[in-house]
């Protein structure tokens, strides 16, 4: 029946205008009609726990106009995982805030599960923080809501006698689309707590930042973002206030085939924090894992170390035989481009009866390829000096030049092609490498 409900609503509620009426009169502030039909319809759906009118929202704006300001709404599945994980920290939170609360689903969720909690939903946008009040008065929850209608990096919080829950989906807007004042404003932030950031970080990142600001020891958090910050190089100033105050507990990774927004093509992440907490190391998860629970745990020592979080959350591979092992079992490897130079080291197939550009003796196999083969391709000319010595690296180094530009010249049919060889020889010698690889640890 809700669904019949939901298709019904959607269709009546298809522009900006309808959505404003409804709103109204939920709100009891009627403005233009709305029939007795859709206003039952969608009283009843949201009291059922869904979200009509967020749902209208996203069918009115487009994905690429919610995307400017990074509103994606959560999958009601994800909303309630990220309220189990947040009891765990908190079972009663005297206060929440819900960052960024887009058409309040995290609002109206937590209003339900913490009975006794105060609730704020901080949302930018003011036509939904219309939709927030509209649909908490709906479903009868308002007595417990304040709705503040702001930036969340601009909110302030007065003293509370209990702990508070910051949850939310932080929107996604990228470092290009940041005033400058906010990015000086996130690094003159991070620089309180004596951490470096860069003004490449995006929205998500700020958000973590001011969680920081405006919590007490004993508050917790529990975000979904895209995972991205992982592994960049932006990232490195939250994964360094995880472990510096903010208090990381857990990282729940998805896999990247698993797209949680349909209109939001990102690996995401759950992390979960405690502030203030002294704790000795944060928590992976990586799915599919049962209930969510941690299957790696990971010192904070090793996490200080490491140049990338991504890998923890990983299942470890079986160690790898001489029969099976591919270069990847040996090597990281770093795809990137020298600019000008793709179309001399990366050769695409032939297409119907055109012969490739490439002469068949300088045209090889990318990796991943069986240690055996590479070998076997190692030991015949004119491969042999050049990938020997690249495979046989001296154990102290840790970073290699790219296997393709040490070979290219071998390969040269004239000396046009030699001179662009050699070119992003230097090329990558100046810039780190096209095509940059380190050694992995043995497996064990």
């Not at 298809?14 to 009283?43: F, I, N, Y």
Request: glycine share 8%; aromatic share 8%.
């Amino acid at each position: 029946m809700s669904r019949t409900q939901l298709a019904f609503a959607l269709d009546k509620i298809d522009s900006e205008s309808d959505l404003r009426a409804v709103v109204a009169a939920l709100l009891g502030e009627e403005k233009q009609p709305v029939t007795p039909a859709l206003l039952s319809s969608t009283r009843r759906l949201i009291r059922e726990g869904h979200d009509p009118l967020g749902e209208a929202y996203s069918r009115i704006f487009s994905a690429a106009t919610r995307r400017e300001t990074g509103t994606t709404f959560t999958p009601p599945a994800i909303v309630a995982q990220m309220l189990d994980l947040a009891s765990v920290q908190l079972p009663a939170p005297k206060r929440i805030v819900d960052c960024g609360a887009g058409s309040g689903r995290f609002t109206l969720a937590t209003l339900r599960r913490f009975r006794t909690a105060h609730v704020i939903a901080c949302e930018l946008n003011p036509l939904l923080a219309l939709v927030i009040q509209a649909s908490a008065q709906a479903a009868g929850l308002s007595s417990r809501l304040e709705i503040v209608t702001a930036d969340f990096r601009e909110l302030e919080l007065s003293p509370c006698d209990g702990p508070t829950l910051f949850i939310g989906n932080p929107p996604y807007v990228r470092h290009h689309d940041i005033e400058p004042r906010w990015k000086r404003w996130y690094q003159a932030g991070l620089a309180a707590h004596a951490v470096a950031g860069s003004q490449l970080a995006g929205l998500h990142l700020h958000f973590f930042l001011r969680a920081r600001q405006l919590a007490q020891a004993g508050d917790a958090g529990c975000f979904i973002t895209s995972a991205e910050w992982l592994d960049v190089n932006y990232g490195v100033s939250l994964r360094q206030l995880l472990l510096n105050g903010l208090g990381g507990r857990t990282v729940h990774l998805f896999p990247a085939a698993q797209s949680l927004f349909a209109d939001a093509l990102t690996t995401s992440a759950i992390t979960t924090f405690q502030v203030g907490g002294n704790f000795p190391g944060i928590g992976f998860v990586g799915s599919p894992s049962p209930n969510r629970q941690i299957t790696h745990w990971v010192p904070a020592r090793e996490l200080h170390q490491a140049r990338a979080w991504s890998a923890f959350a990983q299942t470890q591979p079986a160690a790898a035989t001489e029969a099976t092992a591919q270069l990847g079992d040996y090597f990281k490897i770093s795809r990137g481009q020298v600019t000008g130079l793709n179309r001399v080291w990366i050769a695409s197939g032939s297409r119907g009866n055109t012969p490739p550009r490439y002469p068949p003796r300088a045209c090889f196999p990318p990796s991943p390829t069986p240690t055996k083969s590479l070998l076997s391709l190692a030991s015949r000319s004119p491969m042999r000096g050049s990938c020997g010595a690249w495979s046989t690296c001296p154990p102290t180094s840790t970073r290699y030049h790219s296997a393709s530009a040490q070979l290219w010249p071998n390969f040269s049919p004239g000396p046009s092609a030699r001179a662009h060889g050699e070119a992003m020889s230097s090329a990558i010698a100046n810039r780190g490498g096209a095509s940059a690889s380190r050694r992995r640890r043995p497996s064990s």
